[in-house]
């Protein structure tokens, strides 16, 4: 897997594994020499001298204006490249959306707030929080260890005092 610069954002691409792809670079690189040149010959060899190999790989894709017409090009020869997306452009993915990857939850100071969902779905629907976000930190940890776990409140008092929880001062 090489990242690599290009203007102010970065791209993504598989290089040294499968064979088939080996080849399909070295044509679209125009280096087919490489196919044959002993350091680069296997996937073992291309791993072993792989400080050469990015450096021929980031040579290239230093020709190239952006992010996006490198990936073009890859992509058009058949070789898995991706550009690097931002926070941002991540939240804002259409794939991101269409997993609903990133619900909005109520906060008790600001409003709503995005959140990251759980990864996975079940029975086909997104996993999202069933309250809203935490105020503070420890807001949580007195019901969950009274009402789920059966602490006695001396117990978490105990537990606060030898911080070994984060508890709020007001139940």
């Known amino acids: 897997m090489v990242v690599h610069r290009i203007g102010d954002r970065y791209a ?14 070295v044509t679209l690189i125009g280096r087919p ?7 680069f010959s296997t996937p ?8 050469a190999l990015l450096e021929i790989i980031r040579s290239w894709l230093d020709g190239f204006g952006s992010v996006d017409e490198a990936v073009e090009a890859l992509s058009r020869a ?6 690097m997306l931002s926070p941002e452009e991540l939240i804002e993915h259409p794939q ?36 809203p976000a935490p105020f503070r930190v420890g807001e949580a940890t007195r019901p969950v260890l009274v009402d789920f776990l059966g602490y006695t409140p001396e117990r978490v008092e105990a537990l ?8 709020p001062d007001d139940p």
């Not at 020499?33 to 350091?39: G, N, P």
């Open 44 to 51: 073992a060899a291309r791993r072993q001298n792989w400080l």
């Open 96 to 131: 991101m959306a269409a997993r609903a990857a990133f619900p909005e939850v109520a906060h008790r100071t600001r409003g709503s707030v995005r959140v990251t969902a759980t990864p996975f779905h079940v029975d086909g629907r997104p996993t999202h929080p069933d309250g």
């Open 78 to 83: 058949r070789i898995p490249a991706v550009p």
């Open 12 to 25: 993504a691409l598989q290089t040294v594994g499968a064979p088939h792809l080996w080849a399909r670079l």
């Open 33 to 39: 020499e490489l196919s044959t040149d002993a350091r």
């Open 160 to 167: 606060r005092q030898r911080k070994a929880v984060e508890v």
